[in-house]
C-alpha cells in the first residue's frame, strides 16, 4: 500500500509539467508498470487529413511477450511447452473439428499440439462525448481468467473523426479502418504459416489460428462489408430471410442459404486470415442476444407474472415487486453477490405505461443474477398451475442457465 502511495506520488509530479502525457507515461516506464510490449507505428490514412503514423499493438510482438512471461493465459493455465498445454490444444481441436470441418487448419496441420486458438473482436464503443470509438482486439479461446483484462488483447482504437467521414455504407469498406484491419490480417497470416519459436526450445514453434470474429453485429457488419444485416430488410448474414418474414416465422424458408453477404468487387479483407473463407467465421453475438436481449425480455414478464400470481406479496404490483427484490437480494446475500440494481420498480422493468410488454435496461451481470435467483426460485416446490405455465418459465431459465453457463 505504501509503495502505490509512492508511486502515484511520482506519478503525480507530471502535472504541470506541459506536457502531461508523455511524462506520466515516462514515470510510468520509470515505475516498472508498464509491459515491454513496443507500440508500432502504421500508415493509416485519416478522413480529412490523409496518411498519418497510426499506432497499433503489433500481435506478434505481444504474443513474443506473453510467451516467455505469462504464456499460460493464452493456453489455458498452463504453460507452453508443457505437456498438458499440448494435450489441452489436441482436445481442443479434436472438439472444435465437430463443429467445424472445414476449418483450413486441419489440413495444413497434421499434429494441432502446437496451434493456439484465437478469436478476433471488435466493438465500437463509446468515446468522449458520447463519440464512437473503434476497437480491435483479439482473445484467446483458451483464456484461464474470466476477468476481460485477461481474456481481451488490444491491438488498436481509432476515434470516429479519424474514420467516419469515409462513407459508402458497410458494403464498402472504410479506408481509415481497413488500413488496420489489412495489417491484422497480414500479422494473422505470419503468425499462422511460421508460427513464434518457443522460448527455451530450440526446435519448437507455436503457431496461431483464428476461428472466427466476436462482437456486436455493427461492428461485424462493417468488417466483413456485408451487404445483408440487422439494418438491411433482407436481415441475416447467413440466409435471404427478410424482416418481414421475421413477422411470420412459420413461413421462413432457407432460400439463399450459403449466398454469401458480400459484393464480389469488395470482398472484405478478412477472407485473408486462413480459415476465414467461410461464412461461418462472423459468430453470434450471443451478449447482445441473451443477458442484454432475450434475458431481459423473459425476466421483466416473469416478475410480473410472478407478481400477478401472488408469489410476491403487496396490495399492487408495485409493492409487489418491492417484495420480490428482497426476495432477490436475500438470494444475492446468500451467494455472495451485489447487484446492481437497487430495486424493481413499474418504471425500472417497463410497466410505467402498461400498454408495452415489460423490459429494462439492467446490466448483464444483473441479468445473470436475476435469471439465477429465477431458477432457484421456480425450482421450490409450488403447485404447478393447471395449463404448464410456471413449468414452462422453470425450464427457460433452466435452459437458458445451461447455455450461458458454457
Ligand atoms: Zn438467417
Given at each position: 500500500?505504501?509503495?502505490?502511495?509512492?508511486?502515484?506520488?511520482?506519478?503525480?509530479?507530471?502535472?504541470?509539467?506541459?506536457?502531461?502525457?508523455?511524462?506520466?507515461?515516462?514515470?510510468?516506464?520509470?515505475?516498472?508498470?508498464?509491459?515491454?510490449?513496443?507500440?508500432?507505428?502504421?500508415?493509416?490514412?485519416?478522413?480529412?487529413?490523409?496518411?498519418?503514423?497510426h499506432?497499433?499493438?503489433?500481435?506478434?510482438?505481444?504474443?513474443?511477450?506473453?510467451?516467455?512471461?505469462?504464456?499460460?493465459?493464452?493456453?489455458?493455465?498452463?504453460?507452453?511447452?508443457?505437456?498438458?498445454?499440448?494435450?489441452?490444444?489436441s482436445?481442443?481441436?479434436?472438439?472444435?473439428?465437430?463443429?467445424?470441418?472445414?476449418?483450413?487448419v486441419?489440413?495444413?496441420f497434421?499434429?494441432?499440439?502446437?496451434?493456439?486458438?484465437?478469436?478476433l473482436?471488435?466493438?465500437?464503443?463509446?468515446?468522449?462525448?458520447?463519440?464512437?470509438?473503434?476497437i480491435?482486439?483479439?482473445?484467446?479461446v483458451?483464456?484461464?481468467?474470466?476477468s476481460?483484462?485477461?481474456?481481451?488483447?488490444?491491438?488498436?482504437?481509432?476515434?470516429?473523426?479519424?474514420?467516419?467521414?469515409?462513407?459508402?455504407?458497410?458494403?464498402?469498406?472504410?479506408a481509415?479502418l481497413?488500413a488496420?484491419?489489412?495489417?491484422?490480417?497480414?500479422?494473422?497470416?505470419?503468425?499462422?504459416?511460421?508460427?513464434?519459436?518457443?522460448?527455451?526450445?530450440?526446435?519448437?514453434?507455436?503457431?496461431?489460428?483464428?476461428?472466427?470474429?466476436?462482437?456486436?453485429?455493427?461492428?461485424?457488419?462493417?468488417?466483413?462489408r456485408?451487404?445483408?444485416?440487422?439494418?438491411c430488410?433482407?436481415?441475416?448474414?447467413?440466409?435471404?430471410i427478410?424482416?418481414?418474414?421475421?413477422?411470420?416465422?412459420?413461413?421462413?424458408?432457407?432460400?439463399?442459404?450459403?449466398?454469401?453477404?458480400?459484393?464480389?468487387?469488395?470482398?472484405?479483407?478478412?477472407?485473408?486470415?486462413?480459415?476465414?473463407n467461410?461464412?461461418?467465421?462472423?459468430?453470434?453475438?450471443?451478449?447482445?442476444?441473451?443477458?442484454?436481449?432475450?434475458?431481459?425480455r423473459?425476466?421483466?414478464s416473469?416478475?410480473?407474472?410472478?407478481?400477478?400470481?401472488?408469489?410476491?406479496?403487496?396490495?399492487?404490483?408495485?409493492?409487489?415487486?418491492?417484495?420480490?427484490?428482497?426476495?432477490?437480494?436475500?438470494?444475492?446475500?446468500?451467494?455472495?453477490?451485489?447487484?446492481?440494481v437497487k430495486?424493481?420498480?413499474?418504471?425500472?422493468?417497463?410497466?410505467?405505461?402498461?400498454?408495452?410488454?415489460?423490459?429494462?435496461?439492467?446490466?448483464?451481470?444483473?441479468?445473470?443474477l436475476?435469471?439465477?435467483?429465477?431458477?432457484?426460485?421456480?425450482?421450490?416446490?409450488?403447485?404447478?398451475?393447471?395449463r404448464?405455465?410456471?413449468?414452462?418459465?422453470?425450464?427457460?431459465?433452466?435452459?437458458?442457465?445451461?447455455?450461458?453457463?458454457?
Amino acid at each position: 500500500m505504501e509503495q502505490e502511495t509512492w508511486d502515484c506520488k511520482l506519478l503525480g509530479q507530471a502535472a504541470g509539467s506541459g506536457n502531461e502525457f508523455e511524462a506520466i507515461i515516462r514515470n510510468l516506464q520509470r515505475l516498472g508498470r508498464c509491459l515491454s510490449v513496443p507500440i508500432t507505428r502504421i500508415q493509416v490514412p485519416y478522413f480529412g487529413r490523409g496518411p498519418v503514423d497510426h499506432p497499433i499493438i503489433s500481435l506478434e510482438d505481444f504474443i513474443r511477450f506473453m510467451l516467455p512471461n505469462h504464456s499460460e493465459k493464452l493456453l489455458g493455465g498452463y504453460k507452453v511447452g508443457s505437456v498438458e498445454s499440448q494435450l489441452l490444444l489436441s482436445q481442443f481441436w479434436s472438439r472444435y473439428r465437430r463443429m467445424d470441418p472445414s476449418h483450413v487448419v486441419f489440413e495444413d496441420f497434421t499434429s494441432l499440439s502446437h496451434v493456439v486458438p484465437l478469436v478476433l473482436y471488435g466493438d465500437e464503443g463509446t468515446g468522449v462525448r458520447k463519440h464512437p470509438v473503434w476497437i480491435l482486439a483479439w482473445k484467446p479461446v483458451l483464456f484461464c481468467h474470466t476477468s476481460s483484462w485477461w481474456r481481451s488483447y488490444l491491438y488498436t482504437v481509432a476515434p470516429h473523426e479519424v474514420y467516419s467521414g469515409y462513407k459508402g455504407g458497410t458494403s464498402m469498406g472504410n479506408a481509415c479502418l481497413d488500413a488496420m484491419v489489412g495489417n491484422f490480417v497480414s500479422e494473422a497470416q505470419k503468425l499462422y504459416h511460421q508460427g513464434i519459436a518457443i522460448p527455451g526450445d530450440a526446435s519448437g514453434r507455436l503457431f496461431f489460428a483464428f476461428i472466427g470474429t466476436a462482437g456486436d453485429l455493427p461492428w461485424q457488419a462493417k468488417v466483413w462489408r456485408q451487404t445483408r444485416h440487422f439494418e438491411c430488410d433482407l436481415c441475416c448474414p447467413y440466409c435471404k430471410i427478410t424482416k418481414d418474414d421475421i413477422a411470420d416465422l412459420n413461413n421462413v424458408s432457407d432460400e439463399g442459404q450459403g449466398h454469401q453477404p458480400w459484393d464480389h468487387g469488395t470482398l472484405p479483407l478478412l477472407l485473408g486470415v486462413p480459415g476465414f473463407n467461410r461464412m461461418n467465421m462472423y459468430r453470434h453475438d450471443i451478449f447482445h442476444l441473451g443477458p442484454l436481449g432475450i434475458a431481459r425480455r423473459f425476466y421483466c414478464s416473469a416478475l410480473v407474472l410472478l407478481c400477478d400470481w401472488g408469489f410476491f406479496e403487496g396490495r399492487d404490483l408495485a409493492s409487489r415487486l418491492r417484495a420480490a427484490y428482497g426476495n432477490f437480494r436475500s438470494y444475492c446475500a446468500q451467494v455472495h453477490e451485489t447487484p446492481l440494481v437497487k430495486e424493481f420498480t413499474l418504471s425500472n422493468i417497463g410497466r410505467g405505461s402498461s400498454r408495452s410488454y415489460p423490459d429494462c435496461s439492467f446490466k448483464a451481470s444483473d441479468g445473470k443474477l436475476i435469471m439465477d435467483w429465477l431458477q432457484e426460485f421456480l425450482d421450490k416446490p409450488w403447485q404447478f398451475d393447471g395449463r404448464g405455465v410456471l413449468k414452462c418459465l422453470f425450464r427457460a431459465c433452466c435452459d437458458y442457465n445451461d447455455f450461458f453457463r458454457l
